[in-house]
C-alpha cells in the first residue's frame, strides 16, 4: 500500500495556484491511472486504484495548506503504513525554477507550512517527496500574494511538462526505485523558449 498525498487549498479560488501544484500533479495520476479522488474521508479527497502493480490512495487534504499534517496523520494511522517507504508528498516548492522538480527521501520543511505541518503532525521528516518548482517570488512581493498567485500563460505550459516528469517521478517511487527517480530527475531541465 502507498499513499500519495499532493499538497494544496481547497475550494474553485485556489484552483492553478502556485501553492496547488501538488494537488495537479495528483489529478494527472488520477487521469492517467483512472482513479477517482472524489471519497470524503480523512479530512481530504481520496481515491484508490494501483499504478505499476501497487495499491495506491491518492489523497488532497481539504484543511487547507497549513493543516495538512492532521489529514495525513489521520490517513497514515488508519492505512498503518510505513511513512518512510510507503507515503509520499508532493508539493510547491518557491525555491526551484517553474517546473523543475527534485526528489527527496527526507528532509527539513524548507519553510513550507504544509510540510511543517506534516512534519509535526508525524514526528518525522523521513518521509518521500516530489518538490515541484514554482519559480521564486520576485522582489517586494508578499509570499503569500505569490504563492496564490496563477502562472502566466508561458509558465503554465512549462508546469505541465514539470507535472508529466512528476507524474514519472512518482510512479518509479511507488515501485521502490527512488534512487532511479533521483537520478533521472533531480537534473535542471533547461526550458526551450518558445
Known amino acids: 500500500m502507498f499513499i500519495i498525498v499532493g499538497l494544496g487549498n481547497p475550494g ?65 494511522d488508519y492505512y498503518k503504513i510505513d511513512e518512510e517507504s510507503e507515503l509520499l508528498v508532493i508539493f510547491d516548492d518557491i525555491s526551484l525554477d517553474v517546473g523543475q522538480i527534485r526528489i527527496r527521501k527526507k528532509g527539513s520543511a524548507g519553510g513550507h507550512n504544509g510540510i511543517k505541518n506534516i512534519i509535526a503532525q508525524l514526528g518525522t521528516t523521513e518521509f518521500q517527496r516530489i518538490k515541484v518548482g514554482v519559480g521564486e517570488k520576485p522582489k517586494h512581493y508578499d509570499l503569500a500574494d505569490y504563492v496564490l498567485g496563477h502562472f502566466s500563460k508561458g509558465e503554465r505550459e512549462i508546469m505541465e511538462e514539470g507535472y508529466e516528469r512528476a507524474v514519472k517521478a512518482a510512479e518509479l517511487i511507488v515501485a521502490g526505485a527512488i534512487e532511479e527517480a533521483m537520478n533521472e530527475y533531480n537534473k535542471k531541465v533547461v526550458v526551450k523558449e518558445s
Do not use: W
Open 12 to 76: 474553485k479560488e485556489y484552483e492553478g495556484t502556485r501553492h496547488n501544484a501538488g494537488f495537479d500533479v495528483i489529478d494527472r495520476l488520477a487521469d492517467q491511472y483512472h482513479i477517482s479522488v472524489e471519497e470524503r474521508k480523512h479530512r481530504a479527497f481520496c481515491g484508490k486504484g494501483v499504478i505499476g502493480g501497487q495499491k495506491v490512495v491518492l489523497v488532497k487534504p481539504q484543511t487547507y495548506m497549513n493543516l495538512s499534517g492532521e489529514s495525513v496523520r489521520s490517513i497514515v
